[in-house]
């Protein structure tokens, strides 16, 4: 069996990625996409301590894998919402670059 702690290292490489990309990309799309490597480090931590819970425990329910799917539909709305929301920005300024969307200022 793979030990605890390569879920954990990979998850956490996974979300230093992510969070590089949402500091240091400009393209909403590409922060966006860096959100959602965040989304899925959180979702291998979370199947992987129920996966060796249950080991401990094998009557627990489920439960990691409940969690994971609840990340995973919660991530394809946002998904769904900031594309289109992307899209509409793109349509009216003809850029989707994140530091010049000022649209809710005054």
Known sequence: ????SWYLLVAAL???IGLYGVVARRNAVAILMSVELMLNAVNINLVAFWRYGSVLNPDSAPIGWAWAIFVLTVAAAEAAVGLALIISI???RDSVIAEELDLLKN
């Open 1 to 4: 069996m793979i030990p605890l």
């Open 90 to 92: 793109y349509r009216r």
């Open 14 to 16: 996974l979300f230093c």
